[in-house]
């Protein structure tokens, strides 16, 4: 898929050549459960990049400079700071576990000079703010360097402190606590463009909260039926319409997805549009209802479209027409065939995001084997590409990767009985303005780069 | 349809009993009920979301596992089938259920070491 940008036109996802830029984790065989990613998040301008993991764990790391002296460094993302969000918790009254996997990361737009992100467990969702610390006080008065109290009775002079600059320190604290809203595991956070709101939503409920006011919440959708043996859908994610601050989208287990204008009740059960696919009914099987089952949401930028993400393909909606997607896009059709034992060893049950491209020309989600697919929606092309370590030379290019589902496989091709499930790639994203991409592969973390960069 | 990588099915009308004629998904579907008989007639719904909402590690609770004891008396505590998480009907968490004690807290490897 090699071919140059071109001169003036918008490059899509296949004119670039993708190459390999950094991998960032331990090459251990043995992956301990808690060094798990489990979400990976680019702020607003991208020079900031969050990653969570099962261990409640948060790592931000930071875009370098491009540096003339060092001109191999070339934007590289390094640790800029870590600090553990949550803990493990226990519920009493259930004997149950509370998890400390964070579940998802959000960033806040920056107001100044700190940076803020939600990050979410099951229950608990906290407000973090991180501040850079380059200067500190000396001289104080009633305290030594070493910060041993003097004795007020020896003081004969008074002196002023003076800031002298020190290495930089990073500090992350938590700013507020949101807890107690929600009875089930709560699956996406979503900041509003009002920079004000923001939305949780877990199985069955949807809540609206203030960023300043960690009391209180509004429920916007309940989806809870009064008898729970009535229980046949739930919500798998939702997120805020990127401009409009009184419109949301949340997806269903059962592959629709219903937006919701804030503007039309204060408790939005009965949707604005509800988008559904119609099912060929002579397909059915007893698949259809759990591969149909949306794990990932996300508008364009533009706030023209939407995509879903289901077990085997990526759709594309515009948001004027609920009767059917506008693109679909094949992930890996050749699992269909291989259900029976996706089943059994519980991969259909795999949730995988995906993610727009910063001008929306392209999106990317994960497969199985750390392969992850790229569809450019111009050029109507696509491609398969691995995250592995043997192909971790600095700036080395990616090389398609192709999957056969036939007898006769070609030299460089993987057969689909060879691939590896147990190597899935549920978590990528796509810095905001330019073509570099992070996608974690179990314990790693691989960023991508394209050579016009 | 079609292009490289894509199964490409048809329709036999007639004797459904051909499996060549099946859709792949419908093939998947004969080999698991062929293996779990017992498998619900309706299809993959409730029981999916029943196990996704109570999704969590029940833990050993000394005050009911003892009055499930003296309740049931001569008979024997429900032990925990093949799913040992799924927490179903009077199953409650024995000592021997017990899951093993966690790690302890440690710096993210992605913060540490050299690498690249």
Partial sequence: MAGAGGGGCPAGANDLQWCFSQVKGAIDEDVAEADIISTVEFNYSGDLLATGDKGGRVVIFQREQENKSRPHSRGEYNVYSTFQSHEPEFDYLKSLEIEEKINKIRWLPQQNAAQFLLSTNDKTIKLWKISERDKRAEGYNLKDEDGRLRDPFRITALRVPILKPMDLMVEASPRRIFANAHTYHINSISVNSDHETYLSADDLRINLWHLEITDRSFNIVDMKPANMEELTEVITAAEFHPHQCNVFVHSSSKGTTRLCDMRSSALCDTHSKFFEEPEDPSSRSFFSEIISSISDVKFSHSGRYMMTRDYLSVKVWDLNMESRPVETHQVHEYLRSKLCSLYENDCIFDKFECCWSGSDSAIMTGSYNNFFRMFDRNTRRDVTLEASRENSKPRASLKPRKVCTGAKRKRDEISVDSLDFSKKILHTAWHPAGNVIAVAATNNLYIFQDKVN | ?116
């Avoid at chain 2, 051909?18 to 619900?40: D, F, M, N, Q, V």
């Avoid at chain 2, 029943?50 to 005050?63: C, I």
Wanted: hydrophobic fraction near 30%.
């Fill in chain 2, 1 to 116: 349809a079609g292009g490289p990588g894509c199964v490409v099915c048809y329709w036999l009308l007639g004797d459904t009993q051909e499996k060549e004629g099946i859709l792949p998904e419908r093939a998947e579907e004969a080999k698991l009920k062929a293996k779990y008989p017992s498998l619900g007639q309706k299809p993959g719904g409730s029981d999916f979301l029943m196990k996704r909402l109570q999704k969590g590690q029940k833990y050993f609770d000394s005050g009911d596992y003892n009055m499930a004891k003296a309740k049931m008396k001569n008979k024997q505590l429900p032990s925990a089938g093949p799913d040992k998480n799924l927490v179903t009907g009077d199953h409650i968490p024995t000592p021997q259920d017990l899951p093993q004690r966690k790690s302890s807290l440690v710096t993210s490897k992605l913060a540490g070491g050299q690498v690249e």
